[in-house]
């Protein structure tokens, strides 16, 4: 990659705004990767856990997540994701996987805090599930990850719940108490990628606006990369996806997303730098839908210095 494609329009605008653009010029072409390092590779495919952002016949983005043995992942090769698993059906994702489509991977492991991204092409579709080219790999910080243990349980299969804009009870209620979220964005001609975003229980404040819910999260100090960001600056949706580690429930929502880059808002909520808000279109829930049980998160000792709405 060379400076001037390692960063694509809406990236290099939130760079500027915040004055490292040409900093992150110098950096980028270091830090992104057409490959997966071996550790990369062999974090992989320790994973039970594999989150994943596409994009539907909409253009909305999707935040999805799939679970399989660990294992369930491979890396023929350094360039090369093999995903054996496949989405059930409902999840916007299973529509989306097609040769050439452009997906974001995210590696998590709250129990290290480790994280790492790989965005990619569809080369391979077969019945056991996709294989995605690298077109970018790089690594995350473990900043606001809540350290939590998975433990595997018995499941029946879930059945989706398709939401309208204004959600429900239910899904209200769990993104009231989330203490952590993942968020699908997407640029034009720059793919689709996912990320993870935390806080302290309730950092993503609810309101119903007229007829949909909207959702309203701080964006905390980070790599100053601006992946998400930027995306939002050049394809203004996103989609969200929420875990309840208690019960194994799922919640995904897609909605258009606004960057408040300042104002009373972002001033009285302790380390906030901006604040990203989607008002929500549609959604989708899962009960019990995952195949684990979590320990009690340990707090990032990052959020002791954030604030509550």
């Not at 990767?33 to 990369?40: A, I, K, L, V």
């Not at 023929?76 to 496949?86: C, K, S």
């Not at 909605?255 to 380390?271: D, L, M, N, Q, Y």
């Amino acid at each position: 990659m060379s400076a001037t494609t390692t960063w694509h329009a809406g990236e290099v605008a939130m760079q500027r705004a915040a004055g490292v653009d040409e900093r992150l010029a110098e950096l980028g072409p270091r830090v992104l990767r057409d490959h997966m390092p071996e550790q990369h590779r062999e974090f992989f495919e320790q994973l039970p856990l594999l989150f994943v952002g596409s994009l539907d016949a909409q253009q909305r983005p999707w935040a999805s997540v799939l679970s399989g043995w660990p294992g369930f992942v491979a890396t023929p090769d350094a360039r090369h994701l093999r995903v054996d698993a496949w989405p059930r059906r409902g999840d916007p994702l299973r529509d989306g996987l097609a040769l050439g489509a452009d997906l974001g991977l995210l590696g998590i492991e709250p129990a290290t805090r480790r994280r790492n991204r790989m965005n990619g092409t569809v080369v391979v579709l077969d019945e056991a599930g996709f294989e995605v080219r690298v077109d970018q790999s790089f690594g995350n910080c473990p900043q606001y990850i809540q350290a939590r243990s998975p433990r595997w349980v018995e499941r029946a299969p879930a059945e989706p719940v398709e939401l309208g804009p204004r959600l429900d009870a239910a899904a209200g209620g769990l993104i009231a108490r989330a203490d952590t979220l993942f968020i699908a964005s997407a640029a034009p001609g720059a793919g689709a990628d996912v990320s993870h975003r935390g806080g302290r229980p309730g950092f993503v404040h609810v309101e119903i606006d007229q007829d949909r819910a909207v959702l309203t999260f701080p964006d905390f100090r980070g790599n100053f990369f601006f992946n998400t960001l930027g995306n939002l600056v050049a394809h203004p949706k996103a989609g969200l996806l929420f875990v309840d580690y208690a019960t194994g429930d799922v919640l995904q929502v897609t909605g258009r997303a606004t960057i408040v880059a300042s104002g009373p808002e972002v001033e009285a909520f302790a380390g906030a730098q901006r604040m990203v808000r989607i008002e929500v279109d549609a959604g989708v829930w899962w009960a019990q839908v995952l195949p684990f049980t979590w320990s009690e998160p340990e707090q990032a000792s990052q959020l002791a210095a954030t604030g509550r709405w």
